[in-house]
């Protein structure tokens, strides 16, 4: 469990690196532009201004959030005494981004069939943190808080 426990956390550090330079290259494109590409392809009409401002707001959420994961993941393997809140935080909003990204990408109709690939892509590479999500559960469940004796 140890050494998946590590995997896992090296994946989730590695892939919110990458969220650190995509999120400032679409908070750049939406700010300056008023588009995004990457990583969201629009639907065939384009994206509707009220999603682009969605996306701002998630995109700066989203940084803050990748480094503090990248904070997190320094300190679990260095044993910080406050990765573990840490971590629960960053993994439940990490999730949840996750999931509001696909909702919002989905209902705006950018899942077509030219551009499929590319959401499922995502997704597949996201895997791993929600595997990591349930890991990290188990371990946080299941550890003794300090001070306190187990069964005798």
Do not use: C
């Amino acid at each position: 469990m140890k050494r998946l426990t590590a995997l896992l956390m090296l994946w989730y550090g590695g892939y919110q690196a990458v969220h650190v330079v995509v999120n400032v290259r679409a908070l750049v494109l939406l700010t300056q532009r008023q588009a995004i590409d990457v990583p969201a392809p629009p639907p065939p009409g384009g994206w509707h201004p009220q999603v682009l401002n969605f996306f701002t707001a998630m995109a700066g959420v989203d940084l803050v959030n990748a480094l503090l994961t990248l904070l997190f993941v320094w300190g679990f393997f260095r044993r910080a005494r406050w990765h573990r809140w840490l971590g629960t935080v960053t993994l439940t909003i990490s999730l949840y981004a996750a999931l509001v990204f696909d909702i919002a990408t989905w209902m705006s109709g950018a899942w077509t069939s030219d551009q499929a690939f590319v959401y499922w892509f995502i997704n597949v590479t996201f895997l791993p943190v929600v595997v990591l999500f349930f890991v990290w559960g188990k371990i946080e469940i299941t550890k003794q808080p300090e001070g306190v004796e187990g069964p005798q």
